[in-house]
């Protein structure tokens, strides 16, 4: 059996949401007084106790309940490797093997029914029905985390609460606006805290409005203005502190080397600007270019983001659907084009054969909106892409045969590529001659005589319609997932 993992799973935590749990919690509010007043450090002191206490319970408990799943899988493996070689030796024509009887293969069955049903049970699985224990003396357990604490300081795991920041962002704001903070603090310090703390537009306005309501008129109209004003700059300094780390920041503008574009970053949004900027700068520099080239201004920050803001979102849109499609698509049994992170680059976006043995050629349309004029892929690039796939699809074959000349393709496939070449010949050949009313209609039977069909498909999007001339060209939408909201613009 595999021996004991620490696996760390406290450091996951995000100590904002530690923070918050502990002010929910009377008890947990009380143990941070109670601490309080017998530390010289007072609350900061405090709260970071609280919070290394529940990041290395959470620690302790977590490796109790993982290195207990491990074993357990381990012995679900064992079992289910010696059924499948009873049963495979059985099959083969064989008798049982030597020593085993049949009863031992119920009990094999038997033991894995209650591994699998202890697997689904946590606590039950880890310690049955005694009391959870982290340790056999509880003075020394308590002992060790009292001086892992001392020695560390009391770091915390991925994400520690910028206080630092936040005091300075509160000491440089107008004394009014501090009085008003002071004065909900000590009225409402929970939803205060949930307020600044809120890591989006709605989420902010939503917090806001519940400070206010518990408030309860306990604090003037201009007081409220104040206090609105005060709870935006704490949290603009939070998630700037939280999000960007200044040293990195400074390293990642050394790095690029259009002036034009270190400005911008510099002032820009740390929620996309500046986190490109750190994680991905070669795709910062790609966009960038693409920005200038389109017209954007050296100088225009706020346009540049938007135009960042669209490009992931068209992007993301776009691989979304495209997986979601080829998941949620139960008539193709068989995928000779599947999704990738590539979504803009021309062609169609899914290939596959159906249960029926005719040829889906897909394309996805993940996009707000609900009804589609053009499928170019499917229409105007139609036979481009038909020879494209196909002559991709036969250098597959031809690769796999060169590394295994065993291999054999499955007849299915090599008449499917076969199909779809004579497709793209007789489409072209109706392209080029006879008449342009008839041109929907003929490429429609011809696609038809050899078993393809073109598809919509909108996994992400609220697709639901095409023109009546996509339909006549034999098109029709696949609806394939719940359409997906985009947030508001104005959102972080």
Do not use: C
């Amino acid at each position: 059996m595999t021996g004991p993992r620490r696996f760390r799973a406290g450091r996951f935590l995000d100590a904002a949401a530690v923070h918050a749990a502990a002010d929910a919690n009377p008890r947990l509010r009380s143990f941070i007084r109670t601490v309080a007043a017998h530390s010289e450090a007072g609350e900061v002191r405090s709260r970071r106790l609280l919070e290394h206490l529940i990041r290395r319970i959470v620690d302790d408990v977590g490796d109790l309940h993982l290195n207990n799943a491990l074993n357990r899988l381990e012995r679900i493996a064992v079992l289910r490797d010696n059924i499948a070689a009873i049963l495979d030796h059985v099959l083969e024509g064989g008798t049982l093997p030597d020593g085993v009887r049949v009863a031992t293969l119920g009990e094999y069955f038997d033991q894995l029914n209650t591994e699998m049903r202890e697997l689904s049970r946590p606590r039950d699985g880890i310690v049955g029905d005694a009391p959870l224990r982290l340790a056999d003396d509880s003075a020394a357990y308590a002992d060790s985390l009292l001086r892992e604490f001392d020695a560390g300081g009391g770091a915390g795991g991925r994400h520690v609460e910028p206080t630092g920041i936040v005091g300075d962002a509160f000491r440089a704001m107008p004394a009014d606006r501090q009085a008003a903070l002071r004065r909900a603090a000590e009225l409402e310090p929970a939803a205060l805290w949930h307020a600044v703390a809120a890591e989006s537009q709605a989420g902010k306005r939503a917090a806001v409005a519940d400070l206010e309501t518990r408030l309860g008129g306990r604090l003037s109209p201009d007081e409220v203005t104040r206090l609105r004003a005060a709870v935006d700059d704490l949290g603009r300094a939070r998630s700037r502190a939280l999000q960007v780390n200044e040293a990195r920041l400074t390293e990642a503008l050394a790095r690029i080397g259009d002036a034009d574009l270190r400005a911008v970053v510099a002032g820009g949004d740390v929620w996309l600007t500046q986190q490109l900027a750190l994680h991905n700068p070669e795709a910062l520099t790609t966009l960038w270019r693409r920005f200038r080239d389109r017209g954007g201004r050296a100088d225009d920050g706020p346009g540049f983001r938007a135009y960042l803001r669209h490009d992931m979102v068209t992007y993301g849109r776009g691989v979304l659907g495209e997986y979601s499609a080829a998941f949620s698509l139960s008539s193709i049994e068989l995928f000779l084009k599947g999704p990738d992170a590539n979504v803009k680059v021309a062609g169609t976006d899914l290939v596959g054969i159906g249960h029926d043995g005719w040829v889906w050629l897909i394309d996805d349309k993940s996009h707000r909106a609900g009804s589609v004029s053009g499928v170019s892929a499917l229409t105007d690039n139609l036979v481009t892409n038909l020879r494209r796939d196909a002559a991709d699809f036969r250098d597959g074959i031809a690769r796999l045969q060169r590394d295994d000349p065993g291999f054999t393709p499955d007849p299915r496939i090599l008449d499917a590529i076969s199909r779809m070449e004579d497709a793209a010949a007789e489409i072209d050949r109706i392209n080029r001659r006879g008449s342009a009313s008839t041109r929907p209609a003929r490429i429609s039977a011809a696609l038809e005589e050899r078993r393809l069909r073109l598809r919509v498909t909108s996994a992400a999007g609220e697709v639901r319609e095409i023109t009546q001339a996509l339909r006549d060209l034999g098109l029709a939408v696949e609806p394939t997932g719940t359409p997906v909201p985009l947030p508001p613009t104005g959102g972080r």
